[in-house]
């Protein structure tokens, strides 16, 4: 049984954990949203610099909140790609640093796959195949996940992630940052048949709209035309709850309608929910709902293991080792790297 710790530093979260076979022993998150707050989004550079402020605190508050010693752990984990280069420089350095100190074998962590194997650490006999519907700040996917670091990207988002344009939205309607838990918290006092948006359909020059692939930014635009609109009408204050209402169930309705008919189309009768736009209530039971009605089961992490933590990027790193996978210690970081690459992150 081998006990994993990971650093995880990709965005704007310091974040380390130890994890023992699916088993959270220690999660610490340290997140720098106040820093971000006031420039409305995450400043690359200024995350860099709280990690490297944050980060050994953080490493060491989770092997002591774990009740282990570095004698307990098999081998250290850090998330490589994709993310903020510098951010992701911070966390590697420290991590292959440790794993060189305590003669500990080293695995670089796909960001992706880390939300992926989210859900293992709650349903910890859960295993693939099974479709994963990844919707971040910065990813929208539906994945096929066929075992251990062989995924398949079926759909994806053709321009905004769905928590970009959450946080755009929130935005235009001056609602603060992070946009996601807000409007989804303002969403419940309004309508969500307010207002008509468009669901991000992809025309396909065959003629009828791509199956899975979804684009967000038409709808950011929307709510945009939309809020000039009711300017011009002499509307104040704005309806921001019911604006706020149909743009969340716009994303919703596109989200759920394109897992279940990939899952459908795929024979997958399992689908797993993952990122932190997964913390969203109206989409945890819109595909809770939709998920039963069709024969197919939902697995959904709780709201901690949804946003960027490092407890999922050591499940990531453990299922690798498992397989006797390690990386090599001239492992680079990078801002990009397709999911359908993970096996190069390892030598056997
Ligand atoms: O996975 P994550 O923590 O970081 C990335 O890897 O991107 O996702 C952050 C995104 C942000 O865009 C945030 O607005 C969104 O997740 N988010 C939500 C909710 N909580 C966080 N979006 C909708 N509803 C929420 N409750
Ligand atoms: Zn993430």
């Not at 910890?124 to 479709?131: A, M, R, Y």
């Not at 039971?285 to 407890?311: E, G, M, W």
């Amino acid at each position: 049984m081998a006990t994993i710790l990971a650093i995880e530093t990709s965005c704007d979260e310091t974040a380390a954990a130890v994890v023992c076979q699916r088993q959270v022993l220690s999660s610490v998150v340290a997140s720098q949203i106040d820093l971000h707050r006031r420039y409305g989004g995450v400043v690359p550079e200024l995350a860099s610099r709280e990690h490297l402020l944050t980060v050994g605190d953080t490493v060491d508050e989770a092997l002591k909140q774990s009740q282990r010693d570095w004698s307990d752990i098999d081998a250290v984990a850090t998330t490589c790609a994709p993310g903020l280069v510098g951010a992701l420089l911070v966390g590697m350095s420290v991590g292959k640093t440790l794993s060189m100190v305590h003669h500990k074998p080293f695995l670089g962590v796909h960001h992706l796959e880390g939300h992926i194997c989210a859900a293992y650490l709650e349903e910890t006999s859960l295993q693939p195949p099974f479709l994963c519907l990844l919707v971040s700040g910065g990813h929208t996917s539906l994945i096929r996940a066929d075992s251990c670091g062989q995924y398949k990207v079926l759909g994806k988002t053709r321009d905004d992630a769905a928590g970009e344009a959450f946080d755009k939205v929130a935005r235009l309607l001056d609602l603060g940052y992070p946009g996601g838990p807000i409007i989804d918290r303002l969403s419940q006092q309004g309508d969500p048949n307010a207002f008509k948006l468009p669901e991000g359909n992809i025309s396909l020059p065959e003629g009828g709209y791509h199956p899975y692939d979804a684009s967000f930014s038409g709808l950011k635009t929307a709510v945009l035309r939309l809020i000039e609109q009711l300017k011009t009408d002499g509307i104040e204050p704005l309806p921001v709850a019911d604006i706020a209402a149909s743009f969340q169930h716009a994303v919703v309705k596109a989200l759920v309608k394109r897992a279940i008919r990939c899952a459908q189309d795929q024979g997958l009768t399992t689908v797993v929910l993952g990122g932190g736009v997964a913390a969203n209530s109206s989409l945890r039971h819109t595909l809770t709902q939709t998920a039963a009605a069709h024969r197919i089961n939902v697995y959904i992490p709780s709201f901690k293991f949804c946003t960027d933590n490092a407890a999922m990027i050591a499940c990531a790193a453990s299922e690798h080792f498992d397989q006797g996978h390690v990386s090599n210690l001239n492992l680079g970081v990078y801002s990009r790297l397709p999911l359908e690459n993970v096996s190069e992150l390892y030598y056997a």
